[in-house]
């Protein structure tokens, strides 16, 4: 199986790697996935608490190129965004940016539950409601 | 001058020995007859190629070149010993031994031979992927009438102790089948001295064509013989009928001569540069060794490198051609059931790859492959969050993981 140019950009030159604090009040940590399952995400944003913008995201993630790559597509994705804008990233647009095959959607929906999962962490530290699905 | 990509996936396949290829050419172009035609100079020349052939395969495991059965390759006949025997023998008893780390040409045979009546036990191996006598002992019972335990494994390489196996066999009057696949002309095997009654092979594995493989059948103490499962002309004595490929018999008669003139120099350079790539690969921390190092074929090496994921590495590599237990790399999401089944974590088996030297195999190519794997396994365990988290002294086991 080939990998999608796209695919192979984010595996090479991966954006956003890195690790924000995740005691901080306006960061929220998303981690998704299991060790045995071959995949993990962690997936985290820092909040302007005054604007509601996402100003920074990171990721980290052990898995297949594809899950690397939709996870760095994601942190993209996710700069500059709202908290709303945030939540309405479809794992389908993932796939279509990255060309993902069929047996790589999972990455990608993991790569969306690591985002819900972050934005639930910094709503449950500002004492609001987790979004449910 | 180092070329680009490097193939060290030779358990997979190997590249036909130009020696092969050339001693199979004039049979495409020039002695195109069937060797079954007996009425004219094309069948006799395709004919006597074949039984040299047959002579040089059988020489390579101390055989008799009657004693060899030409078929499609190591699937076919492993199909052919199993299913033969059970539809042979089947008076004699319903029961089959064999290892739940076998090929899936071995297990997948099984399964099926369960739906038509057979009882099979599969034995779980140790952790070194090697089956202790003692397991089998146990599994006889007055219905066994088949043994069949691989010679050695296809992803760790572990070698089985195949004489005491065979010895068991016979003191219990039960036939005993080896897929040899992996260890033919890799190592030496020889099927008087280690109580073979069947063994597969096919001539891809050792720098032969693909398409063509044998089933060696017992002539004497025991006579051995197996059902047909293809029906025809009655040709291979009667247990496989089809024209026989003579150019790829050619070739697997060639790479098989070549084998046994090489091997023992083959096997220690082999091993020499194996043993130089795990070395170097192993001090890169969190680095396993699977299956045996003890018992094990002298050109395979399959590692774990802890946190990160098996074909996430590969693409890290994609100038070296490799494979994974990672279930990434197949279409069923699970990882290797060879890692599983000799009691490795799903993680770890998820984070293996599977180095496989061959006969051209170079130092050069191994350093290249030791630099390359260093860097990819450096770079993916600093986008690893399970590698921040070692690092931290977090146990991955208390974590609370959300499985999907």
């Given at each position: 199986m080939a990998y999608s140019d796209k695919v192979i950009d984010h595996y090479q030159n991966p954006r956003n790697i890195g690790t924000l604090d995740k005691g901080s009040e306006n960061v929220g940590t998303g981690l998704v996935g299991a060790p045995e399952c071959g995949d993990v995400m962690r997936l985290q944003i820092k909040v302007n608490d005054e604007t509601g913008i996402i100003e920074d995201a990171k990721f980290k993630t052990f898995g297949c190129?594809?899950?690397?790559?939709?996870?760095?597509?994601?942190?993209?994705?996710?700069?500059?965004?709202?908290i709303d804008q945030a939540l309405e990233i479809d794992n389908m647009d993932i796939v279509e940016e990255l060309a993902l095959p069929p047996v790589k959607i999972h990455c990608s929906v993991l790569a969306e539950d690591a985002i819900k999962a972050a934005i639930n962490d910094y709503r449950t530290k500002k004492g609001l409601q987790p979004i449910e699905d | 001058m180092l070329k680009l990509p490097i193939y060290l996936d030779n358990n997979a396949t190997t590249k036909p020995d130009p020696r092969v290829v050339e001693a199979m050419l004039p049979y495409f172009t020039e002695y195109y007859g069937n060797a079954a035609s007996r009425s004219h100079p094309f069948g006799w020349k395709a004919e006597e190629a074949v039984d040299y052939a047959r002579e040089?395969?059988?020489?390579?495991?101390?055989?008799?070149?009657?004693?060899?059965?030409?078929?499609?390759?190591a699937t076919e006949s492993n199909n052919l010993a199993i299913k033969g025997v059970f539809e042979m023998y089947r008076e004699k008893g319903n029961h089959i031994i064999t290892v739940n780390i076998e090929h899936k040409a071995v297990l997948d045979t099984c399964r099926k031979l369960e739906k038509m009546g057979a009882t099979v036990t599969y034995i779980t191996p140790g952790i070194d992927g090697i089956v202790n006598i003692e397991q089998i002992k146990n599994a006889i019972t007055p219905q066994t009438i088949l043994i069949s335990v691989m010679y050695a494994n296809n992803e760790i390489g572990c070698i089985n102790p195949i004489k005491e196996i065979?010895?068991?066999a016979h003191k219990n009057n039960i036939l005993f089948h080896t897929d040899a696949t992996q260890a033919i002309g890799k190592i030496p095997v020889n099927v008087i001295n280690d109580n073979i009654d069947l063994a597969s092979f096919s001539a891809h594995k050792l720098y032969g064509p693909k398409g063509v493989g044998a089933l060696y059948v017992r002539r004497k103490n025991p006579r051995v013989k197996v059902t047909a499962?293809?029906?025809?002309?009655?040709?291979?004595?009667?247990?496989r009928s089809g024209t026989l490929n003579v150019p790829g018999i050619v070739g697997f008669g060639k790479a098989c001569e070549i084998a046994k003139t090489e091997m023992l120099d083959e096997t220690k350079r082999l091993s020499k540069l194996r043993d130089k790539l795990e070395n170097e690969l192993?001090?890169?921390?969190?680095?396993?060794?699977?299956?045996?190092?003890?018992?094990?074929?002298?050109?395979?090496?399959?590692?774990?490198?802890?946190?990160?994921?098996g074909e996430g590495l590969m693409m890290g590599v994609k100038d070296i051609a490799v494979s994974s237990g990672s279930a990434c790399t197949s279409a069923s999401l699970e990882p290797s059931y060879v890692l599983k089944n000799i009691g490795l974590d799903d993680e770890l088996a998820h984070s293996s790859l599977r180095f496989g030297l061959g006969r051209f195999t170079n130092e050069e190519e191994i350093d290249y492959a030791i630099e390359h794997v260093k860097t990819a396994v450096n770079k993916l365990r600093e986008m690893s969050p399970l590698w921040e988290m070692h690092k931290e002294g977090i146990d991955l086991k208390t974590v609370e993981w959300t499985e999907h």
């Amino acid at each position: 199986m080939a990998y999608s140019d796209k695919v192979i950009d984010h595996y090479q030159n991966p954006r956003n790697i890195g690790t924000l604090d995740k005691g901080s009040e306006n960061v929220g940590t998303g981690l998704v996935g299991a060790p045995e399952c071959g995949d993990v995400m962690r997936l985290q944003i820092k909040v302007n608490d005054e604007t509601g913008i996402i100003e920074d995201a990171k990721f980290k993630t052990f898995g297949c190129g594809s899950a690397i790559a939709s996870s760095s597509l994601a942190t993209e994705w996710l700069k500059g965004k709202t908290i709303d804008q945030a939540l309405e990233i479809d794992n389908m647009d993932i796939v279509e940016e990255l060309a993902l095959p069929p047996v790589k959607i999972h990455c990608s929906v993991l790569a969306e539950d690591a985002i819900k999962a972050a934005i639930n962490d910094y709503r449950t530290k500002k004492g609001l409601q987790p979004i449910e699905d | 001058m180092l070329k680009l990509p490097i193939y060290l996936d030779n358990n997979a396949t190997t590249k036909p020995d130009p020696r092969v290829v050339e001693a199979m050419l004039p049979y495409f172009t020039e002695y195109y007859g069937n060797a079954a035609s007996r009425s004219h100079p094309f069948g006799w020349k395709a004919e006597e190629a074949v039984d040299y052939a047959r002579e040089q395969i059988a020489s390579l495991i101390n055989a008799n070149s009657k004693e060899i059965i030409f078929t499609s390759g190591a699937t076919e006949s492993n199909n052919l010993a199993i299913k033969g025997v059970f539809e042979m023998y089947r008076e004699k008893g319903n029961h089959i031994i064999t290892v739940n780390i076998e090929h899936k040409a071995v297990l997948d045979t099984c399964r099926k031979l369960e739906k038509m009546g057979a009882t099979v036990t599969y034995i779980t191996p140790g952790i070194d992927g090697i089956v202790n006598i003692e397991q089998i002992k146990n599994a006889i019972t007055p219905q066994t009438i088949l043994i069949s335990v691989m010679y050695a494994n296809n992803e760790i390489g572990c070698i089985n102790p195949i004489k005491e196996i065979g010895e068991l066999a016979h003191k219990n009057n039960i036939l005993f089948h080896t897929d040899a696949t992996q260890a033919i002309g890799k190592i030496p095997v020889n099927v008087i001295n280690d109580n073979i009654d069947l063994a597969s092979f096919s001539a891809h594995k050792l720098y032969g064509p693909k398409g063509v493989g044998a089933l060696y059948v017992r002539r004497k103490n025991p006579r051995v013989k197996v059902t047909a499962q293809m029906d025809g002309g009655g040709h291979e004595r009667g247990m496989r009928s089809g024209t026989l490929n003579v150019p790829g018999i050619v070739g697997f008669g060639k790479a098989c001569e070549i084998a046994k003139t090489e091997m023992l120099d083959e096997t220690k350079r082999l091993s020499k540069l194996r043993d130089k790539l795990e070395n170097e690969l192993i001090k890169l921390e969190e680095t396993y060794i699977n299956g045996s190092v003890k018992s094990r074929l002298p050109h395979v090496s399959n590692i774990s490198f802890k946190f990160i994921e098996g074909e996430g590495l590969m693409m890290g590599v994609k100038d070296i051609a490799v494979s994974s237990g990672s279930a990434c790399t197949s279409a069923s999401l699970e990882p290797s059931y060879v890692l599983k089944n000799i009691g490795l974590d799903d993680e770890l088996a998820h984070s293996s790859l599977r180095f496989g030297l061959g006969r051209f195999t170079n130092e050069e190519e191994i350093d290249y492959a030791i630099e390359h794997v260093k860097t990819a396994v450096n770079k993916l365990r600093e986008m690893s969050p399970l590698w921040e988290m070692h690092k931290e002294g977090i146990d991955l086991k208390t974590v609370e993981w959300t499985e999907h």
